[in-house]
């Protein structure tokens, strides 16, 4: 089989950056092929941090936590942003807005929950990681709910006794 390899030039359907677009120089050239390899461009969400150590967590004050939780909420709100930029399925769509809603809803609580101490702007407890996976996005989103989230809320529940 022959890939007719000198050729000068191929009908391209897209322009690649930093390389030529001889076949051969595809073959010859990783660096040629490494351009083309646009995975690496391609967005993806970031995650918060969801797991939860019972003791560093108990130890922060609240308005650490909600500064936590917070901008886990913040990340997640983007990412849910990046998700709805790819090509995602009507019911996807549907679900992302859902989501969407549902994280603007806890912000718009939590951020108005008046809480004494020095105020904490809102920061997250570890460093991020990404992801273009929708299963994994809302995994991360129900183990943020049912874990800092639902943890932080308790704490404050001697506050129901008082109304």
Known sequence: ????????????????WDAETKPLDFVCKTAARRAMNIVAEIES???????????SWENKSHQEKRGDIVASLGLLTEGVKVLKGLSQPRCGSLLLQRLENNINNYLLILTHIQLSGP?????????????????????????????????????????????
């Open 1 to 16: 089989m022959d890939l007719h390899l000198n050729n000068p030039r191929l009908g391209l359907a897209s322009e690649v």
């Open 45 to 55: 969400a970031l995650l918060p941090c969801t797991e939860l150590h019972v003791a």
């Open 119 to 163: 105020v904490v702007s809102p920061a997250l407890s570890c460093v991020p990681q990404r992801t273009q996976s929708m299963t994994t996005f809302l995994t991360r989103y129900k183990q943020l709910i049912i874990g800092k989230l639902e943890r932080f809320v308790v704490n404050l529940e001697n506050r129901c006794t008082a109304q």
